[in-house]
C-alpha cells in the first residue's frame, strides 16, 4: 500500500485508491477526490502538482511575451 499526502489539503492518501489522482504533467502526486473535483471547476482543467504547476505559469508566460 502506497501512501503520500494530498498536494492540495494534505490530507493522507492511500495511491492504491480509486479516488486519488496523479498530477496529469508529472503523475507523480496526488489529489483527494474532494480536491481534484475542485480543481477541475475552471478551465482549463489542470490537475498540477505545485512544482509542475510553476513550469506551466513559466511557459505560459514565455508563450505570451512571444505574440
Known amino acids: ?8 489539503c494534505d490530507k493522507m492518501l492511500d495511491t492504491e485508491d480509486f479516488d486519488v489522482e496523479p498530477c496529469q504533467d508529472c503523475g507523480k502526486w496526488h489529489f483527494c477526490e474532494k480536491c481534484a473535483e475542485d480543481l477541475k471547476k475552471y478551465p ?3 490537475i498540477l502538482c505545485q512544482s509542475c504547476e510553476i ?4 511557459a505560459m508566460t514565455e508563450y505570451d511575451d512571444d505574440f
Open 55 to 58: 513550469d506551466y505559469e513559466d
Open 44 to 46: 482549463p482543467h489542470l
Open 1 to 8: 500500500m502506497a501512501e503520500t499526502v494530498c498536494g492540495n
